[in-house]
C-alpha cells in the first residue's frame, strides 16, 4: 500500500485527474475502477472520481510498490548532455520563471524527441534544488505558452500547481497582453487589425485562414498590428496578440499579403531564398517581445535575438524597443 499526502502542489484537482498524473501508465477506466472497488480511498473512504482534492487530504492506494512504479515510468525527467545551452532568463522568483526563447529550438518536446526548452528548464531546476522529481508527485514544470520552433521570445514557466492554475487560466480568458515585433514583405497599412478563422490540419501541420467560420472546429483569431517601419518591400511591424492560436500571426499576415520575412511554411519562397543565399537567414523573423499578466501586475520584456538584429540593420531598421521609447 501506499498513503500519499496531498500537498499545494496536487491541491484544486479532481481525484481521477490526480491519479492519471501520478500513474499515466493506468488507464482511465482502470483508475475509475478501484476507486468503485474501494482498492484506492480518498481520507479513508471511497470516493468518486470527480471529487477535488486538497491541501492535507490522504490518498491510500492499495497496490503493490512494483506495480505503482509501472504505472509511473514515463515520469522520469529527460537525459540531456552535460553541455546543455545556456538559458536566457528574464525574470525569476519563487513562483515563476520567464525565459527568452532562442531560435531552433522546440518550447516542448514532439515527436522527435529532439531536447526542447522545458527539458533545459526542467534541468536547470533539478540543479537549482528548486524542484526534485523524486518528490514531487504529480507536478512537473511545464511551458504555461508556446512558440513556434522558429519563434524567438517569451515563454512562461511556473514553478508550481497554483502558479501553473493561474496563468492557464489568465491566457484561457484572454486576459494577456502580448506584443510581437516582425518583418514582413508587402505594403502593409499604418495600422490595421485582423479578425477572421483558423483551421488547423494536425497530419500537415498547418493552418488556414477564412473570414468566416466554416465550421465548429474553427478558431476565432483576432491581432493588430502597426507598421513602425517601411523600407522598400520590406516593413517593420509592430504586433499586438487577442488570442493565441497556432501559427497565427504568421498565417493571418500571409492570408493579407504581408508573408514574414523568412517563414518557410507561409512565406514568400523566392525572397526567403534570395536571403538564404545572401545571408543566411533560415527562420521567420517573428519574435514575442513583451507579455504582461495583468493579474499578477507583471510585465515581461525579451531582448531581440542576433538574427533579428542582423536582419535590422541589413533592411535600414531601426531598434523597435528604441522606436517604442
Do not use: W
Amino acid at each position: 500500500m501506499k498513503t500519499i499526502v496531498i500537498t499545494e502542489n496536487e491541491s484544486n484537482q479532481r481525484l481521477d485527474r490526480f491519479l492519471k498524473k501520478l500513474m499515466p501508465q493506468a488507464s482511465t477506466g482502470f483508475l475509475q475502477k478501484m476507486l468503485r472497488k474501494k482498492r484506492i480511498k480518498l481520507n479513508g473512504q471511497k470516493s468518486e472520481p470527480s471529487t477535488t482534492i486538497t491541501a492535507g487530504d490522504v490518498v491510500s492506494i492499495f497496490f503493490a510498490e512494483e506495480t505503482i512504479a509501472n504505472f509511473r515510468a514515463d515520469t522520469k525527467p529527460k537525459k540531456l548532455d552535460k553541455n546543455s545551452p545556456q538559458l536566457d532568463i528574464i525574470f525569476e522568483n519563487t513562483d515563476l520563471l520567464v525565459l527568452n526563447k532562442p531560435v531552433e529550438l522546440l518550447t516542448q518536446p514532439d515527436k522527435s524527441e529532439e531536447p526542447s526548452l522545458i527539458d533545459y528548464a526542467v534541468d536547470y531546476l533539478i540543479k537549482k534544488g528548486t524542484y526534485d522529481p523524486k518528490t514531487s508527485l504529480t507536478f512537473t514544470p511545464a511551458c504555461a505558452n508556446r512558440l513556434d520552433k522558429n519563434t524567438t521570445g517569451i515563454i512562461l514557466v511556473p514553478k508550481n500547481y497554483k502558479t501553473l492554475q493561474a496563468v492557464n487560466c489568465a491566457i484561457r480568458e484572454d486576459r494577456t497582453e502580448k506584443i510581437y515585433f516582425t518583418i514582413v514583405t508587402g505594403k502593409p497599412k499604418a495600422t490595421d487589425e485582423i479578425i477572421g478563422y483558423l483551421k488547423k490540419d494536425g497530419d500537415k501541420n498547418s493552418v488556414t485562414f477564412s473570414t468566416q467560420q466554416t465550421a465548429p472546429t474553427d478558431k476565432k483569431a483576432v491581432l493588430n498590428y502597426e507598421t513602425l517601419a517601411c523600407h522598400g518591400d520590406y516593413a517593420l511591424l509592430k504586433i499586438i496578440l487577442k488570442t493565441g492560436r497556432s501559427h497565427q500571426i504568421r498565417v493571418q499576415l500571409s492570408a493579407m499579403g504581408l508573408p514574414i520575412v523568412g517563414d518557410p511554411k507561409y512565406g514568400n519562397r523566392q525572397v526567403n531564398s534570395r536571403l538564404y543565399e545572401e545571408s543566411g537567414l533560415r527562420s521567420q523573423l517573428l519574435h514575442s517581445a513583451q507579455y504582461t499578466l495583468p493579474d499578477m501586475n507583471k510585465t515581461f520584456t525579451a531582448p531581440l535575438p542576433p538574427v533579428f538584429e542582423k536582419a535590422l540593420k541589413r533592411f535600414g531598421f531601426k531598434d523597435p524597443f528604441l522606436s517604442e521609447q
